[in-house]
Nanobody, 116 residues
Framework: QVQLVESGGGLVQPGGSLRLSCAAS????????MSWHRQAPGKERELVAT????????DYVDSAKGRFTISRDNAKNTVYLQMTNLKPEDTAVYYC?????????WGQGTQVTVSS
């Protein structure tokens, strides 16, 4: 079955950096586009970044452009989200996501808290 396991969240000061990882299994990772989403308290889940199956193309929500980088290692079945210059408004639970077999699959999420 499809499994997505995020890690790498934590508490960081404004201006700091974190790298999130999402380990995937249960499908052919190298053929799947992947995405990162986040959900802040009281807000709807929003798309943060996407990456094509081969990693050749990426896209970001405007608030993440220039600060976040999505990447993947198809040999390790892992997608990453490098976040720099973090701001308090980046505080959220971050989820990775894949659409396979006509379904959308989510990981359990990893909490990112940006606070001094």
């Amino acid at each position: 079955q499809v499994q997505l396991v995020e890690s790498g969240g934590g508490l960081v000061q404004p201006g700091g950096s974190l790298r999130l990882s999402c380990a995937a299994s249960g499908f052919t990772f190298s053929t799947a586009a992947m995405s990162w989403h986040r959900q802040a308290p009281g807000k709807e889940r929003e798309l943060v970044a996407t990456i094509t199956s081969g990693g050749e193309s990426t896209d970001y929500v405007d608030s993440a452009k220039g600060r976040f980088t999505i990447s993947r290692d198809n040999a390790k079945n892992t997608v990453y989200l490098q976040m720099t210059n973090l701001k308090p408004e980046d505080t959220a639970v971050y989820y990775c996501c894949v659409k396979r077999f006509f379904q959308t699959f989510w990981g359990q999420g990893t909490q990112v808290t940006v606070s001094s």
